[in-house]
């Protein structure tokens, strides 16, 4: 009988020596929690906000309500800034807005 080696579910990599400390594995996400959500779902957040070719740059997002506490956590978590969030009266939504993680206090500027 022939030893099937499957690949990482993380990275892909199929080799007998990876161990299950891979770099890219992010089950840890679905178990800890900042301001009451899931790191997994504040990531799936954060990577709607983000520019997905700057992560690290400004954002600025319009919202309705419902999802400005979530949005702000996600923000918050990944680029260690404290967004701005403002109300727009006509449309009545909100613009939540953060300098980004490169000019944040944790950022690489």
Aim: with cysteine.
């Amino acid at each position: 009988m022939a030893y099937e080696l499957k690949a990482c579910t993380w990275c892909g990599l199929a080799d007998p020596e990876h161990k299950s400390d891979c770099p890219y594995d992010r089950s840890w996400e679905d178990l800890t929690f900042y301001k009451d959500f899931r790191v997994s779902d504040l990531r799936k957040l954060f990577e709607k906000l983000a520019d997905p070719k700057d992560w690290k740059g400004p954002i600025a997002a319009t919202m309705p309500g419902e999802a400005v506490l979530g949005a702000c956590a996600a923000i918050e978590y990944f680029t260690a800034t404290v967004p701005r969030v403002g109300l727009d009266t006509q449309t009545m939504t909100y613009l939540v807005t953060s300098e980004g993680y490169r000019m944040g206090p944790a950022g690489d500027h």
